[in-house]
């Protein structure tokens, strides 16, 4: 019952969208208030249908419903209840499924928040909607189409197949949820935009309305993508915290332009610059994702990532890619050169800045999408198959991202239209000077000696530093300091984060030490000022799995520091091996250990590193995605004491 | 020309002196940081192409009963498509997935005596994947057998 309930629910949703995106277009061309509220209507009922259809399938994944196929084949009684749970995106039905939830609650933010006053928002709002709302068609369409999750399966087997167990960690349950929120999330500003060019307005107004979605999405973004990097940096054999596998770039490129996006969208709003770039953006950064979800689904990469995908359906994903990438793109050609100009801006200006930001950021958008696509080109062109990692990366992005990091602290610093580049520069002594101090020290002291390690110590202190600096500037004194805008520390705090991002990527990817020896219990090996020796391994039954534990006991200097328990774990259901790494973190550094096959003899084979300041990575993602955070924050504050005051004056108006 | 026009033509400028640097830099760096594959076929039939000591990748399946350890961290298979076969050496932790008669991708280099030394063995997410270019060296050898790719 509950399958036939959930597509049920699905057809009811699609439904629901096309009111939702023909009373958004006509009523918004007639200015016909109740029927721009029924579009309203009709997304938030999208929504709750489209939730139904999900928790319905969730409801058969954690009763173990295995007349469904799809719950047939990717789960099983005996899966913890987090992974039946999570389980439901570890596949491709699901996965899609949950995008459009996540497509959904964002119509319905919509919906919630723009005005239904008959105001130019309240058009702006409907047409936006009408916009989301023919993505969501499409998505519903090649769900019940090519992907439906609700297949039946007759006669409904006693057992399912069980899930991968490699997708049997909590990363599953975080990370895809995070991401989709992250790239989904860009349709909102696609929808504005589009909006907006559809009622040919020449303003930015959309721009305002647009920008608490484009940082929702870019928060989510940043917190998803660290996500899948500790996931995978935790799990062997993914390649380490960050691989240039075409699956994460997938999730990078769109990073990249909505980073761009959401740094245009402010001078857009606050001066009226690089209105036409801003549209541009927006409808660029929903068609990365578009991008990212058709590299992921459709299986024509190569990739370590690569699980459940089925070429056939890339071909659907490549339609609705290549329509929304193209109208709106045929629209802005044919719009944009009406807008009005912004206020000029002088060369030493945050303007400026920012248009450098937007070029060095589209540009590894492009260079990570060339690099991402090359094999499959050179493949179909001359059957020669390659793959591009990190040496191209580390030649393009990379250097990109250093000229990035050198201008990143001047902006915040510089003024809208006509800054002072002697007086940034003046203000930012401190900041440089600390730089080429860490600069030289890392120079000085660290070994093996790598160019890039010591621009990273260099540059991740400016940028820190230099946030410091703004805060200090902004403030006067220690009084004033929490006493300073939203905006103030969340660009401060974002800065700062790439900073000690760029600490952890280097440390970790240039000075990391390891190693890997047989050890028969008893016998210790060395790594870095560390070592391990194996006491003992035993036998260890969990819930759907044998382990085999390790005991090591790590000591420095001879004096036992903690025991550690890396484990090898055989699921018998799936037929697959695991290996559980165990870290143990000082936040300085991580010492992780892998405990690999037995040998002849009695021995295992035993694998550990010690990888330099590598905590650093997820807290200066963290750091960013909280900046995001505040700044959102500090909008919808702000927003509702609007609200408040208006009702407030409105009661008075009517009292009178 | 008027202030707006030449705002314009810079900014336009700009971003083509930008774009154009970048792709210069995309295809300079595509010139020499790419990985080629081979099958286990073009290695011992087109032994021109991979010439000895140039890291690449090479994939096939492991063939069955070829696997050998032994008590140190040495490890020897052979990789197949079923036409062709190459040893490998690799010392180092194997992936999880890593299987007799499954598919398995191997990153290192070619030496003199044609054994293949592998630095890396790449592992997937899934028990049922197979590497997208091992199932082209297959099918290239034809001894792919859709739908039941671990049987040669």
């Known amino acids: ?656 | 020309m008027n202030p707006r026009k030449q705002r314009r033509l810079a900014f336009a400028i700009t971003l083509l002196l930008a774009g154009g640097g970048a792709a210069g830099l995309a295809v300079f760096a595509l010139q020499d940081n790419v990985l080629f594959f081979y099958s286990p076929t073009d290695v011992t039939d087109h032994p021109e192409k991979v010439p000895a000591g140039r890291t690449f990748r090479i994939g096939g399946l492991v063939q069955t009963g070829s696997v050998k350890r032994d008590t140190g961290l040495e490890v020897h298979f052979v990789v197949t498509d079923g036409k062709n076969a190459v040893p490998v050496n690799y010392s180092g932790v194997l992936p999880d997935l890593f299987r007799e008669g499954q598919g398995v991708v191997a990153l290192g280099t070619l030496a003199s005596n044609r054994v293949f030394t592998a630095s890396e063995i790449l592992a997937k997410h899934d028990e049922k994947y197979m590497p997208p270019e091992v199932v082209d060296a297959l099918k290239r050898s034809g001894r792919w057998n859709e739908g039941n790719p671990g049987a040669l």
């Open chain 1, 1 to 656: 019952m509950t399958g036939e309930l959930g597509q049920l629910a699905l057809c009811l949703a699609l439904a629901l969208s096309l009111v939702q995106a023909i009373s958004g277009f006509v009523g918004a061309s007639q200015n016909n208030i109740r029927l721009m509220a029924m579009g309203r209507g009709a997304a938030l009922g999208s929504f709750v249908f489209i939730a139904l259809a999900f928790f319905t399938l969730m409801f058969a994944y954690v009763t173990s419903d295995f007349s469904v196929l799809a719950v047939f084949q990717n789960s099983h009684t005996l899966k913890p209840l987090i992974y039946k749970i999570s389980g439901v995106w570890g596949n491709h039905e699901g996965s899609m499924l949950l995008w459009i939830l996540i497509l959904g609650a964002y119509s319905a933010a919509i919906a919630m928040t723009q005005p239904g006053d008959g105001s130019e928002g309240t058009k702006l709002g409907a047409r936006t909607l009408s916009v989301q709302a023919l993505i969501a068609i499409a998505f519903i369409v090649f769900i019940l189409l090519t992907s439906d999750p609700f297949e039946r399966f007759y006669p409904p087997p006693f057992e399912g197949n069980g899930l991968n167990p490699l997708l049997q960690d909590p990363g599953l349950a975080f990370h895809p949820p995070l991401l989709y929120l992250g790239y989904v999330g860009l349709s909102a500003a696609f929808s504005f935009a589009a909006a907006s060019l559809l009622e040919s307005r020449n303003d930015a107004a959309w721009v305002r309305a647009a920008r608490p979605f484009a940082l929702m999405a870019w928060t989510a973004l940043t917190l998803g993508i660290a996500a899948g990097s500790w996931w995978a940096y935790y799990t062997l054999g993914w390649g380490g915290f960050w691989f240039w596998d075409p699956v994460e770039n997938a999730s990078l490129m769109p990073w990249f332009v909505a980073t761009a996006l959401i740094h245009s969208m402010m001078a857009t709003e606050r001066t009226g610059a690089f209105k036409s770039w801003t549209l541009l953006l927006a409808i660029t950064a929903f068609s990365f994702s578009l991008i990212g979800t058709f590299l992921v689904r459709s299986g024509v990469l190569n990739s370590v990532h690569a699980f459940a995908n089925d070429p056939r359906r890339g071909f659907f994903i490549l339609m609705i890619l290549l329509v929304s990438i193209t109208l709106p793109l045929i629209l802005f050609a044919w719009r944009a050169p009406k807008l009005t100009p912004g206020a000029p801006f002088d060369v030493a200006s945050r303007e400026t800045g920012i248009m450098i930001n937007n070029l060095l950021l589209t540009a590894s958008a492009a260079i990570t999408l060339t690099g991402t696509l090359y094999p499959l080109v050179l493949d179909a062109a001359e059957g020669i198959k390659i793959t591009v990692g990190s040496p191209y990366y580390n030649a393009t992005v990379v250097p990109l991202f250093v000229v990035l990091a050198l201008i990143m602290p001047f902006g915040p610093i510089m003024l809208w239209r006509r800054g002072n580049l002697r007086a940034a520069l003046y203000s930012l002594r401190f900041a440089g000077a600390a730089g080429l101090v860490v600069l030289l020290a890392v120079l000085a002291i660290v070994r093996p000696y790598s160019t890039l390690g010591v621009l990273a110590g260099g540059l991740g202190t400016w940028l820190i530093a230099g946030s410091i600096t703004d805060l200090a500037r902004r403030a006067g004194s220690w009084r004033r300091l929490f006493h300073l805008g939203a905006g103030a520390w969340s660009v401060a705090l974002a800065h700062a984060g790439l900073g000690v991002v760029a600490f952890g990527v280097a440390g970790t990817g240039i000075w990391k030490s390891e190693g890997t020896e047989v050890l028969a219990p008893g016998k210790s090996m060395n790594v870095a000022a560390y070592e391990l020796r194996l006491d003992s391994t035993e036998r260890v039954q969990g819930p759907n799995y044998i382990a085999d534990r390790a005991n090591i006991t790590v000591l420095t200097n001879g004096r036992p520091l903690t025991v550690i328990h890396p484990e090898r774990r055989q699921y018998p259901v799936e037929q697959m091996t695991t290996s559980n790494s165990s870290i143990r973190t000082t936040v300085i550094s991580d010492l992780y250990v892998v405990l690999s096959e037995p040998r002849d003899g009695g021995g295992w084979v035993v694998r550990a590193y010690v990888n330099p300041l590598a905590p650093f990575i997820w807290l200066g993602a963290v750091v960013m995605a909280f900046a995001g955070f505040i700044a959102l924050g500090a909008r919808i504050a702000a927003r509702v004491r609007a609200a408040r005051s208006a009702a407030a004056a409105g009661a008075t108006e009517a009292a009178q």
